[in-house]
């Protein structure tokens, strides 16, 4: 008996105890789903038993004649049902066509006829309920599969030496084609006693089903998955053969051989395993996530639940929202930031225990939103113009922000003549946008990163900056005071730039520019999934020469001013700067869920400056002022009375 065949056995005998939640619901017979997969290994294994009549091979023959009887008594246990005398006699059939030793067709053509009519009597969804993310199912298999099956497939990983039976190698056109996408996910969820593969139960459904669908592309060249979209979108009566998920998930590429011929079965499998998506039910994707939640929300609230209600309003920003609202705020900024404050709302109101009513009031509201959301991330919204301009001021405007930073750091260097310490500041802005590369990189093709993720990064990042950037706008403002600057910068600038504080300079160079770049790659991973590259590099590349300009400008400018009114504007700066970053940090922190809200309906939203209509980023503003202003005027005291000393 080949290899996979035992893999398979062994699986379909386990799955008559634990079957995973998403691939049978919980009222469906786990006894017809270990049948039905029996029925698939007699329709593919019997040739290896049987040919011309006679036995090709005795342990096979026996282990077809076992499957075959296991078939007829598992159906036999099944709850009645008016389909079961009609599925015992056809399992009878088929346990007389083997011990007759007929012919594979013969045979094969009874399993599946008997599989699909198992299918029709005891329902079983076979297959995950939206279209599985490959990105994830590479991460997985780089993380707990390729030690042993290779890093594209081939069974030959560094771990593989010794194993005995050896891994299977997911590469082998034969085998692939009798493989089905749910026979994969059953292997990961079960395991396989007697050998080396592992049970990967502890993964999520989800994780499940994207490690068996990538696991499901390694025998597949690009070539077959280019040949199979242009078939697939040219021919829509494929898409009556394979019409959804399910079939996709249950068929072998064998079987829709036999349906559409080679080599179009070989391409359509090649493009659409590695792009679910094509058969996956349509949605508002995120929308309708953010939909669902804030109804389960409701009906919480309405139960009395108010710890679950909360939780799941969260999850409605963070997973449904959150992901599209890069590219919203692209389409339509004013849009985007009416959703946001209308879901801030209600999570202030579910924190207070409003009325039920009211509650349901604003997830209809929202809900109207969403539908203009919709409209405004239709494919058909996407434009060259629309590209071209979110790229250009997503870019420039967040690129301003760190530039301004950057700039008042090199300006500074320069004035007090320590060349030596330019390279570090120098190495943090660098630094920054190649970790901003990588975590394109990792974001596009590795991890999804998550909306609480996202919103802690640029909260923590924001407000980490806000106090570091206070510190130095402090101490600034107390050098523009004093006087005898020269002298200064020669006794004690070098003593107080050491390599710790270049170091410092190295981080908070870095700290500001990645955060920036964060959001910018946010905003960018989104444009550029819509199309429109070329345009969307345009626009890129035009706001790096206008953040240039402005950079020559800047230093231009700084050059020709006394250092005494340098270090005065450059403390107002970074104080402004302070407070923005305040604000942007509390607004960050509310998204995930970690600060609470309270409206302020009172205070407009003007995102430039970091003011958001809520009293905690309102009072974090106030607070980080007030800071401001008495570090001003105790550094301003203090320069005094050293310049009188």
Request: aromatic share 10%; with cysteine; proline share 4%.
């Given at each position: 008996?080949?290899?996979?065949?035992?893999?398979?056995?062994?699986?379909?005998?386990?799955?008559?105890?634990?079957?995973?939640?998403?691939?049978?619901?919980?009222?469906?017979?786990?006894?017809?789903?270990?049948?039905?997969?029996?029925?698939?290994?007699?329709?593919?294994?019997?040739?290896?038993?049987?040919?011309?009549?006679?036995i090709?091979?005795?342990?096979?023959?026996?282990?077809?004649?076992?499957?075959?009887?296991?078939?007829?008594?598992?159906?036999?246990?099944?709850?009645?049902?008016?389909?079961?005398?009609?599925?015992?006699?056809?399992?009878?059939?088929?346990?007389?066509?083997?011990d007759h030793r007929a012919e594979p067709a013969e045979v094969a053509r009874r399993a599946r006829t008997l599989a699909a009519d198992l299918l029709k009597a005891y329902p079983v969804p076979l297959a995950p309920q939206q279209a599985p993310n490959l990105v994830r199912g590479a991460a997985l298999y780089a993380e707990q599969c390729a030690s042993c099956h290779g890093a594209v497939g081939r069974g030959d990983g560094p771990n593989a030496k010794g194993l005995d039976p050896p891994p299977i190698a997911f590469t082998d056109v034969a085998?692939?084609?009798?493989?089905?996408?749910?026979?994969?996910?059953?292997?990961?969820?079960?395991?396989?006693?007697?050998?080396?593969?592992?049970?990967?139960?502890?993964?999520?459904?989800?994780?499940?089903?994207?490690l068996a669908y990538y696991v499901g592309t390694f025998a597949y060249s690009r070539e077959a998955e280019r040949a199979g979209e242009q078939a697939w979108r040219a021919g829509s009566q494929l898409h009556a053969v394979v019409p959804d998920l399910q079939v996709l998930t249950q068929t072998t590429p064998a079987a829709l051989a036999a349906r559409v011929g080679e080599p179009q079965a070989t391409q359509i499998m090649a493009y659409l395993r590695r792009h679910p998506e094509a058969v996956a039910p349509k949605s508002d994707g995120g929308l309708d996530v953010a939909r669902r939640k804030l109804a389960e929300s409701l009906n919480a609230y309405e139960a009395g639940d108010r710890k679950r209600a909360e939780e799941l309003a969260l999850s409605a920003y963070?997973?449904?929202?959150?992901p599209v609202e890069p590219l919203l705020r692209a389409r339509d900024g004013a849009l985007m930031a009416k959703v946001e404050a209308s879901m801030g709302e209600l999570r202030a109101s579910l924190a207070r225990g409003a009325p039920s009513a009211e509650v349901a009031a604003q997830v209809r509201g929202l809900d109207g939103l969403f539908d203009e959301a919709a409209r405004a991330l239709a494919p058909e919204q996407a434009s060259a113009a629309s590209s071209f301009l979110g790229a250009f001021t997503i870019l420039l405007r967040e690129g301003v922000e760190a530039l301004l930073i950057v700039i008042a750091m090199i300006a500074f260097l320069r004035k007090a003549e320590r060349h030596d310490v330019l390279p570090y500041v120098h190495g943090g802005w660098i630094a920054a946008l190649l970790a901003g590369g990588l975590t394109w990189a990792a974001a596009t093709y590795l991890i999804s990163i998550s909306g609480a993720s996202r919103e802690l990064t640029?909260?923590?990042?924001?407000?980490?900056?806000?106090?570091?950037?206070?510190?130095?706008?402090?101490?600034?403002?107390?050098?523009?005071?004093?006087?005898?600057?020269?002298?200064?910068?020669?006794?004690?600038l070098s003593a107080a730039l050491s390599k710790r504080s270049a170091w410092?300079?190295?981080?908070?160079?870095?700290?500001?520019?990645?955060?920036?770049?964060?959001?910018?790659?946010?905003?960018?991973?989104?444009?550029?999934?819509?199309?429109?590259?070329?345009?969307?590099?345009?626009?890129?590349?035009?706001?790096?020469?206008?953040?240039?300009?402005?950079?020559w400008a800047l230093l231009s400018y700084s050059?020709?001013?006394?250092?005494?009114?340098?270090?005065?504007?450059?403390?107002?700066?970074?104080?402004?700067?302070?407070?923005?970053?305040?604000?942007?940090?509390?607004?960050?922190?509310?998204?995930?869920?970690?600060?609470?809200?309270?409206?302020?309906?009172?205070?407009?939203?003007?995102?430039?400056?970091?003011?958001?209509?809520?009293?905690?980023?309102?009072?974090?503003?106030?607070?980080?002022?007030?800071?401001?202003?008495?570090g001003f005027w105790a550094a301003g005291r203090r320069a005094q009375a050293e310049a009188r000393v």
């Open positions: 008996m080949p290899a996979l065949a035992r893999l398979f056995l062994a699986v379909a005998l386990l799955m008559a105890a634990q079957l995973p939640a998403t691939a049978v619901a919980q009222d469906a017979p786990p006894s017809a789903a270990v049948a039905w997969r029996l029925l698939d290994y007699i329709a593919v294994d019997y040739p290896g038993a049987v040919s011309d009549g006679r090709v091979s005795e342990a096979e023959y026996a282990e077809m004649r076992e499957f075959s009887a296991s078939v007829r008594s598992r159906i036999a246990a099944l709850p009645a049902s008016s389909a079961k005398p009609q599925l015992l006699a056809e399992a009878n059939a088929l346990v007389g066509s083997v085998r692939a084609n009798e493989r089905s996408l749910f026979g994969l996910y059953q292997v990961i969820g079960q395991g396989l006693d007697g050998t080396a593969m592992p049970s990967f139960a502890h993964l999520s459904s989800d994780d499940r089903w994207a963070l997973d449904g929202f959150e640029e909260g923590f990042g924001s407000l980490v900056s806000a106090v570091v950037l206070i510190s130095v706008g402090v101490w600034m403002h107390g050098k523009a005071q004093a006087g005898a600057w020269q002298a200064y910068i020669r006794d004690k410092f300079l190295f981080l908070l160079a870095f700290v500001v520019v990645y955060r920036e770049m964060f959001e910018t790659i946010l905003f960018y991973a989104a444009l550029w999934s819509q199309g429109g590259q070329l345009a969307m590099v345009s626009g890129a590349g035009l706001a790096v020469i206008c953040l240039a300009v402005i950079a050059k020709r001013l006394p250092i005494a009114q340098f270090f005065s504007y450059s403390s107002i700066l970074i104080a402004v700067l302070a407070v923005v970053l305040a604000g942007k940090g509390v607004a960050g922190l509310q998204e995930a869920g970690m600060l609470d809200v309270r409206p302020l309906a009172a205070l407009p939203r003007i995102e430039v400056l970091g003011v958001f209509p809520t009293w905690e980023g309102l009072l974090a503003q106030l607070l980080t002022l007030t800071v401001v202003v008495v």
